[in-house]
């Protein structure tokens, strides 16, 4: 069922097992406790969470049975455990929920969905499954993420904990992040600069790799083809022991995008076939991990990829930019044990070079964090930590480097069996100045538990900013040494309803307002364009996410909505009668459909994006619209001992003819067909 | 603004061919959009929304996307310039293409589409239509191939030939069967003789030529410096310079327009970093020089109407939306304020 499980907001749910998941921990490593334990192990700029459980390896008991061997599992951002803490074999269900996060929103995705994105890219998924409004400049083009109405350099995306925006940029293309490449994926929501630092102002990106160990040889390939000369493959192979873990991943993803589409800027809108927008990404992923001992762990993770691409021009232009970009990421991490407390030590190397034409522009950042995590009693988790970064841009006009370090402490308290308080706080010094002070204030309060009902309040409190970028600050001409950090205020409450039973359903929503101040925006002056803190931007909204399941007869259904209504007023220009940010829809939705019996599943999924102006003031509105997907999914056939799952998808069922970004044409139905065997 | 001059220049030829359409007791109707100010909406780079607003001053009524509303599908370029001839309106743009449209209803009727690159302005002459441009960037954003392409018929089709000209080539005049050129960055006029579709004669003036016009019954090309701005009239029969006038107009930009007594408005822009924009205004009279009529910053177009005797002063806001018109009197008095379209760069008064 590919597309069965969406993205899932787990707020809330992994309060029962934070309270004493370092006590478990030790006594687990003491082999003395059969429960299953789980620990966050935070870190500057996000924080990772152990698992650890006994199991038969041959054996899909839950924790409470018998279990025999010692494993660590660790996973990125937040906590899996539930309140069944029904872990299936020896997968780790992606966490949701970090440690020190109580009142933010929080949206996993499970591994279901990645597979079933594994041939798209992290902005698809954002844009299909997600709250977060993708600006897409065509197929395969630049995806920018936008959270509450901000833009996309207000979203810290991390990689591993790494955090791998573009120093110079200051943000990602999620075009060039494929799903293929990761194995979890979360999204916060809000401002939050004293847990994730820098860019945190409308939300942040948590993207990792799971490390398994005990596992043995596992190898994967995986070949789609599909419309539009898409033909991606992938190969990944690894094996794990008790103590050491290796998994190796290489892929391939292409597509031709030569599809057909209306062009409006010629007389009598004659259907053509686009012909420059040609993408082709190669990658190596690699992870590594090893029990040193009974009390440390080491792991680490590299990540190659290459992306050429054709710049698909907008109606009416007829470039033909070539862009290359080249990504270098790589991290590693070491783990120390205490009685009550982990100690982790992180050394991170990031390298973009993007080629635009003949143009070169290249960034390194080196990252050393530290950070020590420790419970007092039952009731008081701590951490404290530290992270320098160390950037150097050469870049077609200017070089210049940067230095930035953080420190940041974190407490959590559970006040009542029903209540849990959290308080962040971060300080950042950079080149010309210094943040002293980013707080942050979070509340999980449980209102209601009943046999099949828990209701659970959050609320929070969090301020967020952002340094300008190496090219805000020493683009030549035109770079602004003046500007300011960009800051932001977030509050949000929001109610979490989980229901079990039969028909069970999980429900979420939440109400959200935010102040974000010194926005930069580059203005030309002349015909240099110069980066000016200018903006003031008010931005509110609300956020519904449900799920229900349910079963008829043989069948299991399973049905998502999600709605997100986004104002982001633009205070700058005339502040008595704002207007909407550019491209940033009042509405949007997406929904999904699912039935499975057997190993037969089917999808039936659509989103909605609301009407968006292409610029302030009265400008241009563009059309809202709507796009359907669905797919068949064999999840069962094997041969022998090989699996080899099969799925079939169209994309743009009902053929919409629709614009993301103004005259940046978007492909019509397509199909594709994936096949993985698992050996 | 070169549409502006180019209006005037054809008003001669318009004014004649009204009263002959008197003489025959047939004068057509005019239509929606032959009364009124059309305001040019350049647009942003990357987004290709430029378009066409219309103003009735007279209500104040403003019309918004014309082309679009007309034509049931958008402009979808970089809309660089708007030139009335032999009864058509040609819509210029950068972008690659020239639109051509009926001016009374803006209906289509024409294109020229493939073979362009950055298309500024455009001429007929000898029944074909001759489009300056720019040529393709290279490596280093430079544009050493420029040219002027030739297309066989008003009413748009392919390119039929390329005429290598100077870098950067803008306005364009129409002469009998000469065609001149105002070579912006290589200080050069270049006269191109229509029929044989080869440059005849190529004339050195001061400064970076950027536009024609028509002033006192002659033909005058305006250019400029980082200092001053150089008015030379033209001997049209021994395609020499006759007369220059210059100006201590230091940023002067290539956007001007004409007032009453020979005043001329010019744009002015220090650019970055300080940025301050201004309006100077000379007196091809008197020789008067006056550098801040107004002052402020994103001035990115002007326009003179004689019938109001009124200036309209177009403001960019940034390119970050809707652009602003503000309409003044001749004493500097302002009248009106309008939101336009994205990047408001000219205006032509019908």
Known sequence: MPFSANAEEKAGKSQMSQETCLDLLILCFRRKSKKDLSISLPFSGGSFQFFLFLFKPESDLSIRSGMTLLLWVFSFVGFAAQDTVALEQVEVYAPALDRFAQGQKVVSFDSKLLEAYSARSLGDLLQEKSPVFVRQYGAGMLASPSFRGTSAGHTAVFWNGLPINSPSLGQSDLSVLPVEAIDQAQLQFGSSGALFGNEAIGGSVHLGSKTEFGKGVKARISQSIGSFGMFNSAVSGGFSSKDFSTKTRIYRQFAANNFDYRDLSLPGTPEVKEDHAQVEQIGVVQDLAWNLSGKSQLKAAFWWQKADREIQPPMGSSTADLQSDENIRAVVDYFKFGERSVWNLKAGLVQDQMIFNETRNQTRQFFLATDYDFEYETDWKFKAGARATFMKGDLSTYSAADQRYEFYQSASWQAAEDLSLSLNLRQFAYADGFEPLLPGIGADWKLLQREKHELLLKASVGKGFKVPTLNDRFWEPGGNPDLLPEESINGEIGFHWLKSGLFSWDQSLTYYRMQVDNWIIWLPQGSVWSPENIREVQNQGIEYQGKANWKTGKWDWETRLSYTYSQALDLTTEPESPHQLPYTPEHQANGNLSAGIGGLSLNLSSFFVGQRAIGTGNARIMDSYQVWNAGVTFSKLTWGKVQFPLSFQVLNLLDKDYQVLYLRAMPGRSYQLNLTIHL | ?350
């Open chain 2, 1 to 350: 603004m070169k549409h502006l001059f180019k209006n005037q220049l054809w008003a001669l030829a318009l004014l004649v061919f009204a009263f002959s359409c008197n003489d025959s007791g047939e004068e057509a109707p005019l239509g929606k959009y032959d009364t009124g100010v059309l305001i040019m909406n350049e647009g942003n780079f990357g987004a290709n929304d430029g378009e066409v607003f219309h103003l009735d001053p007279g209500t104040g009524t403003l019309t918004k996307d014309i082309f679009e509303l007309e034509n049931s599908r958008p402009f979808a370029g970089l809309l660089e310039d708007m030139v009335l001839e032999e009864g058509r309106l040609y819509l210029v743009a950068n972008t690659g293409k020239v639109e051509i449209v009926n001016p009374g209803d803006f209906k289509s009727v024409g294109a020229v589409i493939g073979d362009l690159d950055q298309p500024r302005s455009l001429a007929t002459a000898s029944g074909k239509l001759f489009i300056s441009d720019y040529g393709p960037y290279d490596a280093s954003y430079n544009t050493p191939d420029s040219y002027i392409s030739v297309v066989s018929g008003l009413d748009g089709g392919t390119v039929k030939k390329k005429i290598e000209v100077s870098n950067k080539p803008e306005d364009l005049f129409a002469n009998g069967k000469f065609v001149w050129v105002a070579g912006s960055e290589e200080g050069k006029l270049e006269i191109i003789d229509a029929d044989a579709e080869t440059v005849a004669k190529t004339l050195e003036v001061e400064g970076s030529p950027v536009l024609f016009f028509e002033q006192s019954g002659e033909v005058w090309v305006y250019s400029y410096d980082s200092e001053k701005v150089y008015f030379q009239s033209l001997n049209l029969t021994n395609q020499t310079i006759k007369e220059e006038t210059s100006f201590d107009v230091p940023n002067a930009m290539g956007k001007i327009t004409f007032g009453e007594d020979r005043k001329i408005y010019i744009l002015t822009s220090t650019g970055w970093p300080n940025y301050e924009d201004a309006v100077a205004v000379v007196s091809l009279a008197d020789g008067g020089v006056g550098l801040d009529w107004t002052t402020g910053s994103g001035f990115y177009g002007i326009g003179y109407d004689k019938a109001r005797q009124e200036i309209y002063l177009a403001n960019s806001n940034a390119f970050q939306g809707s652009g602003t018109v503000t309409v003044f009197k001749n004493d500097g008095t302002e009248v009106a304020e309008m939101e336009v379209g994205r990047g408001p760069s000219g205006f032509l008064f019908r």
